[in-house]
Nanobody, 125 residues
Framework: QVQLEESGGGLVQPGDSLRLSCAASGRTQYAVGWFRQATGKEREFVAGISKSGRFTKYDDSVEGRFSFSRDTWRNTVYLQMNSLKPEDTAVYYC????????????????????WGQGTQVTVSS
């Protein structure tokens, strides 16, 4: 069981940037995903990265604004969020799961076995 620690959320204005971090315990590399849940809505996929770090997928709503980076040594994944919009406001959850292939990006929440506690992102003027 891997422990995930998220950080980086906060209150920002429209157009601002934030960087979320997801640090995994241990040295095993995992496929990682970010999901978000706004008040009164279902949890939705935001972005995912393969355990190799070479493959990524983004929801259409964040494509071109959000991007991944991965620090293998620290076993930490970062989600850079630029040009934030009020509709990006939500609790953001990091999730991780082991995959056999280093190329697999996991997009379905029910395929993730480990979840972080969530971090609040609020975009408001």
């Amino acid at each position: 069981q891997v422990q995930l620690e998220e950080s980086g959320g906060g209150l920002v204005q429209p157009g601002d940037s934030l960087r979320l971090s997801c640090a995994a315990s241990g040295r095993t590399q995992y496929a990682v995903g970010w999901f978000r849940q706004a008040t009164g809505k279902e949890r939705e996929f935001v972005a995912g990265i393969s355990k190799s770090g070479r493959f990524t997928k983004y929801d259409d709503s964040v494509e071109g604004r959000f991007s991944f980076s991965r620090d293998t040594w620290r076993n930490t994944v970062y989600l850079q969020m630029n040009s934030l919009k009020p509709e990006d406001t939500a609790v953001y959850y990091c999730a991780a799961t082991w995959t056999q292939s280093p190329m697999t990006v996991v997009m379905r929440a029910n395929e993730y076995t480990n979840w972080g506690q969530g971090t609040q992102v609020t975009v408001s003027s």
